[in-house]
């Protein structure tokens, strides 16, 4: 039976993509902006990150959930967490081990080795437990076949329904201030930068992030809260 004093072998950090410094990699738009902060999940990230800070852990767990299904590996990785602790939901290891495995489905190093750590403490019928919550619960919702290419369409949605003959040409754009939802003014080439906009590009950087993360090239903060 699984003990819940090993639990701390795996009680990783609670993660964002926000909460990445300091990373030396080519990325989408400016360093000073998130590099994500156009994807449909990012908001729920905020949003979950504020409830956890104030205690308020039903509330954070069901924004990651809801982030989750915009295809987000942070998002994914805070949920099985947040089961392994207890916070806004039962303890329950097996579970916990199904979003861990299901947030290093693009091999992102650190999710893999939480995920695979906690799996070397189950026993036989445990691990089979765990397996049907994945495969039966979490892929045909969460995974990737089912996520990525819905939230990069949604992406291109946003994109076209942002910028449409309201902004008109790049060269156009080039000449634009906006101002973001924070109230500070952007410039607008800069806000359509479509690497940001593309959900494939943000993918890539962010494996090669992680992979980077894992070589200890770069570090990787406790979640912070991004009032952005």
């Known amino acids: 039976m699984f003990r819940r004093s ?3 072998i795996v009680a990783l950090l609670l993660v964002s993509a926000a909460s990445i410094a300091d990373e030396p990699l080519e990325r989408p738009g400016e360093p000073i902006y998130a590099y994500d ?3 449909p999940g990012q908001r729920f990230m905020i949003l979950a990150g504020r409830a956890y800070k104030a205690g308020m852990f ?3 767990l069901g924004h990651f959930k809801a982030a989750a299904r915009w295809a987000d590996k942070f998002a994914q990785y805070n949920v099985g967490i947040m089961h392994l602790r207890g916070e806004g939901t039962e303890y329950d290891p097996l579970q916990g081990w199904a979003w861990l495995e299901l947030s290093a489905e693009r091999g992102y190093p650190q999710f ?3 995920a695979d750590a906690l799996w070397a403490m189950f026993n036989e019928p445990e691990r089979n437990r765990a397996r049907a919550v994945l495969e039966q619960d979490l892929l045909p919702v969460y995974g990737d076949a ?3 290419e819905r939230t990069a369409r949604e992406m291109r ?3 076209r329904d942002a910028t449409g003959t309201r902004t008109g040409s790049r060269a156009f754009m080039s000449m634009l201030t906006i101002i973001d ?4 003014p952007r410039d607008a080439d800069e806000f359509y930068d479509p690497d940001k906009w ?6 890539d950087y962010e494996t090669r992030l992680m992979r980077r993360v894992a070589e200890g090239e770069v570090d990787v903060r406790e979640l912070e809260l991004d009032e952005n």
Do not use: Y
């Open 146 to 148: 089912q996520t990525r």
């Open 198 to 203: 593309n959900f494939d590009t943000i993918v």
């Open 6 to 8: 090993v639990l701390p």
């Open 157 to 159: 949605f946003r994109m």
């Open 112 to 114: 893999q080795d939480a």
């Open 37 to 39: 902060e156009h994807t």
């Open 181 to 184: 939802r924070t109230g500070f």
């Open 58 to 60: 039903e509330s954070a």
